[in-house]
């Protein structure tokens, strides 16, 4: 059964930090980019991060948008079928329910249309 799995959310105060997981089974992530997706209460779903596949000549390549960078950092661990979100400097308006995706073409994107597989969330507050 393909499947991915986020953990990691919770409640955390304003300049916090946590750290999301991205889990898959059922296939091997290896090939897949991954991108980090967020969607607060009444706002549309927004791509925050991707990684790229791991190609056999080069490193993953990675992005962000512009409302996280230099505050998050994603990061593949294929031996653990795994993705990470490091978030730091966390904001009251980063509250949202955070979802892995994984795109078959290994390329990666900030739009949400080509992912293949979609975890089922996990709920990320900042809050005092």
């Known amino acids: 059964q393909v499947q991915l799995v986020e953990s990691g959310g919770g409640l955390v105060q304003p300049g916090g930090s946590l750290r999301l997981s991205c889990v898959a089974s059922?296939?091997?992530?290896?090939?897949?980019?991954v991108g980090w997706f967020r969607q607060a209460p009444g706002k549309e779903r927004e791509g925050i991060s991707y990684?790229?596949?791991?190609?056999?000549?080069?490193?993953?390549?990675?992005h962000y948008a512009n409302s996280v960078k230099g505050r998050f950092t994603i990061s593949r661990d294929n031996g653990k079928n795994t993705v990470y979100l490091q978030m730091n400097s966390l904001k009251p308006e980063d509250t949202a329910v955070y979802y892995c995706?994984?795109?078959?073409?290994?390329?990666?994107?900030?739009?949400?249309?080509?992912?293949?597989?979609w975890g089922q969330g996990t709920q990320v507050t900042v809050s005092s």
């Open positions: 059922g296939f091997t992530l290896d090939y897949y980019a």
């Open positions: 990684i790229s596949s791991n190609d056999a000549r080069t490193y993953a390549r990675t």
């Open positions: 995706a994984a795109d078959g073409s290994g390329i990666g994107t900030l739009v949400a249309e080509p992912y293949d597989y």
